[in-house]
């Protein structure tokens, strides 16, 4: 069974930075494109970064480049998301997903259930 962990979610104040880890167990996703994806209140699910399980190559949207950095250690089967000068904007439910092609999570693809980050001004 394919499961998608993440964790490191809370409520910060604005400038704050947080971690979120995204723990990937039965099956291996090597060669696939990892990421993670965030749902606003009211709002649709929307594409944050994403990360080549193998290459380590990186892709963010350009509202999230420079604050957010996705990372992914093979050994642990854990793909990372950190988060610095975090925004009340940047508040929503983070899920991590894949595999993941043209930004978005493949037809039979994973989700994990998510973890809520807050941001108060």
């Known amino acids: 069974q394919v499961q998608l962990v993440e964790s490191g979610g809370g409520s910060v104040q604005a400038g704050s930075s947080l971690r979120l880890s995204c723990v990937a167990s039965g099956r291996s996703f090597v060669g696939f494109v990892m990421g993670w994806f965030r749902q606003a209140p009211g709002k649709e699910r929307a594409f944050v970064a994403s990360?080549?399980?193998?290459?380590?190559?990186?892709y963010y949207t350009e509202s999230n480049k420079g604050r957010f950095t996705i990372s992914r250690d093979n050994t642990k089967n854990t793909v990372y998301l950190q988060m610095d000068n975090l925004k009340p904007e940047d508040t929503a439910v983070y899920y991590c997903g894949g595999p993941i092609i043209d930004l978005k999570v493949q037809a039979g693809g994973y989700w994990g259930q998510g973890t809520q980050v807050t941001v108060s001004s």
């Open positions: 990360i080549n399980w193998s290459s380590g190559e990186t």
